[in-house]
């Protein structure tokens, strides 16, 4: 079964996120429809971005995900389709695209480019049809002008020495957690036989957990998530907020 999945940051309190259901529907009535979220915080494309790369994978190769966010940004930021690891992805071409692979596209194409459509709704009138012809077996290669490039913005990167690891935090969940892009890869090769300090604002840790429940309700906790991210949380409570942190927060491991 096709399937094409939907990331928007149109909220859920309006018709938006219907209306571009509806028309990949009426194109095709019998695509799966699958709605990661459509509460991204309005016009936030690095959290849209670490949404989308820590699920796309999940989904079968060949699926279609259609990303409405910050659609109708920048003038120049067009729409486009991709091939990019086996999966196909229609959006704006406003640099999220960048950030949820390092890998090369298979393919490439502005769309709109044809009898552009005129339109202040392009999730619905742009990216939707493109969505549907494409989970129903539509080349891509067929829906719009040939690209070469895409606009792709600089992710975070944690930065490591032997002494050291500098990260930030990349994402805040809805639970508080605070994930940050320190690697447990990384942080099991620098760590070995040594002592550690992970520094998180004003707080200092020791010791890395398994699980939330390691710790006593309302205390903090440090864990590889299922990510294999490094993530501070609080046990049944909110970590951003007791801890005062939020997107880009340093957060350094010290080893001794």
């Known amino acids: 079964m096709a399937i094409v999945t939907l990331l928007t940051d149109s909220g859920e309190n309006d018709h938006y996120a219907a209306a571009i259901r509806a028309r ?3 194109i095709n009535p019998g695509i799966k429809i699958v709605d990661i979220t459509h509460r991204i915080p309005p016009f936030h494309i690095a959290h849209a971005a670490f949404v989308l790369r820590s699920v796309f ?10 990303v409405g966010v910050h659609a109708t940004g920048n003038p120049d930021d067009k729409p486009i389709a ?5 999966h196909f992805f229609v959006g704006s071409d406003n640099g999220l695209f960048g950030l949820i692979s390092e890998k090369m596209q298979q393919n490439l194409v502005e769309l709109n480019a044809i009898n552009p459509v005129a339109t202040t709704f392009p999730e619905r009138d742009i990216l939707a049809p493109a969505a549907a012809k494409l989970a129903s077996g539509v080349p891509i290669s067929s829906l719009g002008k040939p690209l070469s490039l ?3 913005m ?4 944690a930065k490591a020495t032997k002494k050291q ?4 935090v990349i994402h805040v969940d ?3 957690n605070l994930i940050t892009n320190i690697h447990k890869e990384t942080f099991d ?4 036989d040594k002592v550690f300090t992970v520094q998180a604002g004003t707080e200092k840790f020791r010791k890395i957990h398994s699980q939330y429940s390691d710790v006593e309700e309302g205390e903090c906790v440090l864990l590889f998530n299922a990510l294999n991210l490094l993530e501070i949380a609080i046990n049944k409570g909110n970590a951003a907020e007791l801890l005062g942190l939020e997107y880009g927060s340093p957060v350094i491991v010290y080893f001794e």
Request: charged share 25%; glycine share 8%; no cysteine.
């Open 150 to 152: 895409f606009k792709k």
């Open 82 to 86: 991709l091939q990019l690891e086996d």
């Open 154 to 157: 600089i992710d975070r990167q």
């Open 189 to 192: 090769i620098l760590s070995r």
């Open 57 to 66: 994978r999940d989904f079968p190769q060949g699926t279609v995900h259609l």
């Open 174 to 176: 809805y639970f508080g």
């Open 24 to 26: 990949i529907l009426s």
């Open 165 to 168: 690891i500098v990260g930030n």
